[in-house]
């Protein structure tokens, strides 16, 4: 196991004064199994198979604990609002009515004082009229998966048979866009693939008008590098993609869509503080419940290896705030402090944050470490900023 954060004295963090911030997401992986087949997928494809002995379906009892968990720990530290993320596996295995009753227990718990924002993250192939109608009693936001066109979308998310699935998710997504199921559209996440061309990607995107565009860079450390990261780090790739995109983005109207990535980078530097746990040092604030009630860290960590997500605790036996004392809980929220000496000494370095997590991963030193794909993220960091200032420094007409 990695030396940090396991080596982390949190006592004495606790002694000097330091306190954790409360979890205000929790991620609940409702269905643990998946009806597609995805290249890229770190539940399914990489070291960690913890899925395999998980339940298939959170029972009714696991609910209960975590709705009751939420409240206790909205109450413990007076949260007037919290966000339910309802995700897999694929979630919509489990059906319309059990999510729409699973949302309403958790709001029944929390009582009216705490606001529930509730969200489904969906690969849309199940997603049809009827799942949107539940949907629509309780207010439930779905976001979607794409990857952009047919070519470039059916190249990894594809069924278990082999076929893809964008026509499927294409038809989830206009019904999505329809005048009675528009406010319940969160947006879209897509997954960088370096094969794909950005603008014919992006465009592709738009087509479905989504409030909000992610962009996530596939999962790597230093030990298993990103398909396409070469050794040298003065080569580019994903930078360079998004790069193309952004200032096709930044060119338009910026009521298009937002793309949750520049727009984070851009409020970083000019102080602000971001949203996103994939750049900036803001504390993160989410834990993950598995089907079975047990607490682990952010799910991306599984891309680290077998096991690292793991926290020890369930929901049975432990508050949240069992979880926020955890080691690798702890690191995530400790921001400037949790960054190694070269991430400290860069001139991007609260800006970048040294990326998501996972990505900092080395063998020996574990997380104190940039991110694999620090090139990139100070590529297309300097990028932005160079565009956003030459805007600022345009006269007015």
């Not at 059906?95 to 849309?124: C, F, H, K, S």
């Not at 465009?203 to 050794?231: A, C, K, N």
């Amino acid at each position: 196991m990695p030396e940090w954060p396991e080596t982390l004295d949190v006592g004495g963090l606790l002694a000097e004064g330091w306190r954790p911030r409360p979890f205000r997401q929790f991620l609940l992986k409702v269905h643990s199994r998946c009806n597609l087949a995805c290249d890229y997928c770190y539940v399914y494809t990489l070291s960690d198979q913890s899925w395999r002995s998980q339940p298939m379906l959170m029972s009714s009892a696991v609910v209960g604990a975590t709705a009751r968990r939420i409240a206790e720990h909205a109450q413990d530290h007076g949260l007037h609002s919290a966000r339910l993320i309802l995700h897999g596996g694929e979630p919509l295995l489990a059906g319309p009515e059990y999510l729409t009753d699973l949302v309403r227990r958790v709001r029944d718990e929390a009582g009216p004082g705490v606001r529930i924002d509730a969200v489904v993250q969906t690969n849309a192939v199940l997603l049809g009229k009827k799942a949107l109608d539940e949907f629509n009693e309780v207010d439930l936001k779905v976001g979607v998966s794409l990857d952009g066109s047919q070519r470039a979308h059916d190249r990894n998310r594809r069924y278990k048979d082999g076929r893809g699935t964008h026509a499927a998710v294409t038809e989830a997504l206009r019904l999505l866009g329809r005048p009675e199921f528009r406010h319940l559209y969160s947006g879209i996440l897509c997954t960088v693939d370096l094969a794909n061309d950005p603008l014919e990607t992006y465009s592709s995107l738009i087509m479905f008008e989504p409030p909000m565009i992610d962009f996530l860079l596939p999962h790597g450390t230093w030990e298993s590098p990103p398909p396409g990261r070469p050794p040298d780090q003065d080569k580019t790739p994903y930078a360079d993609w998004l790069i193309d995109i952004f200032d096709r983005w930044y060119g338009a109207d910026r009521d298009e869509t937002n793309v949750r990535m520049f727009h984070e980078i851009m409020r970083l530097l000019i102080g602000r503080s971001s949203a996103s746990e994939a750049v900036g040092l803001t504390p993160s604030s989410l834990v993950v419940v598995e089907t079975d009630g047990t607490m682990e860290q952010t799910d991306s960590l599984k891309a680290v290896g077998h096991g690292v997500a793991a926290t020890g605790l369930n929901v049975t036996d432990h508050p949240f705030d069992a979880a926020l004392r955890h080691p690798g809980i702890v690191a995530r929220q400790l921001g400037w402090a949790a960054l190694g000496q070269e991430c400290r000494a860069c001139r991007f370095g609260r800006i970048c944050g040294a990326g998501l997590y996972p990505h900092r991963y080395r063998s020996g030193t574990g997380f104190r470490n940039p991110s694999v794909y620090c090139a990139d993220l100070y590529r297309l960091i300097d990028h932005i900023r160079s565009r956003v200032v030459a805007n600022l420094r345009r006269p007015a007409h």
